[in-house]
């Protein structure tokens, strides 16, 4: 799935979506599969209330962008993300990386050594793991 709007000054999944976008997510990432009025009940019972039709409009938009499926159960639709949460944000910052590195090369991985300064001893180590092991794999 290819989510098109990155924003960089978003924080968690406001960076891939819009603040009712990553209510409903956080909400079905929990539940597993809601209907509309399921999803709007948790919502009421976060935040203030929400119509449900803009939940059913959010839901319908998400599921357009291919991070929801839906089945029908009789007449009733229910709505699954398609990603755990944690598979959405790997596969999401994989790409990031990927684009960055397209578009900027070398200085980017610069930058993110820069930022891992102050990253705890293991990250480090499992990173100098990966670097040796890409360096064996040019070898060969």
Known sequence: MNIKNFKYDGVGLNRFFGPLEAKIMDILWVAEELSIKEVQQRLEHQDKPVNF????????????????????????????????????????????TENLLDEFGGIVINHMIDAIKDVDQTVLEKLEQKIQRLKKDNQT
């Open 53 to 96: 039709n803009t939940v059913m409009t959010v839901m319908n938009r998400l599921l357009e962008k291919g991070v929801l499926e839906k089945r029908m159960q009789g007449r009733l639709s229910l709505f699954r993300p398609i990603q755990s949460k944690e598979e959405f944000i790997e596969e999401q910052s994989k790409k990031i």
